[in-house]
């Protein structure tokens, strides 16, 4: 049997490291849990990865990195920029027991402890806010938007919408997928200056008063 590439001994190890994730979380994950996940002996583990900071890191960004790109691509389809936004806020909202996003809980809480995982966090982070920026700025080059700050109001929707689907996770019977949506679409329409109703996602139930 022919040995496996570097590439592919690392891709495995970032498998098996997300394997137990799914179980335990990111938080949990030690070198003794992917060895044994692999069959193999913490010191393989070692010899492809300095620290598990690194394993960690790596394993978040396969999952979380995957998301964003998926997301640019369906982006890219949306259309106008109303119909972008619209689209961005559908697509951050968990579905049941989103595993992405279980993923970037464990890596806010486990980032002020492990450099690695922050830079990895913070570096996909900036390019979520970018993507929707690009899409404010769409918006008020063609007059579909206003807006005086496109990379604050980025920022903004970004950190509520982070919130929201924090409590859609962590407490699922307190806050619903489809009071995110629409909490999150009004106080976007307000952010961007839209007639209410612009970004009503299908499935979202109006605001409540």
Known sequence: MARMSAERRRDAIVDAALAVARRKGLAATTVRDVAAEMGSSSGLI????????????????????????????????AGDPTSVVRAFLSSYAPVGEDWAFQLWLDAWAEAARRPALREVSGRLNLAWAAMLERAIREGVKDGSFRSEDPAGAAWRILS?????????????????????????????????????GSLAVNGATPPRA
């Open 46 to 77: 070692h010899h492809y990865f300095e620290t598990m900071d690194d394993v960690v890191a790596a394993a978040f960004e396969r999952v979380a990195g995957d998301d964003l790109e998926q997301t640019e691509v369906l982006l890219d389809q």
């Open 160 to 196: 509520l919408v982070d919130g929201l689907a924090l409590q859609v996770v962590a407490h699922q019977t307190i806050v619903d997928r489809a009071d995110m949506l629409a909490w999150a679409a009004s106080a976007t329409e307000r952010e961007l200056q839209l007639p209410p």
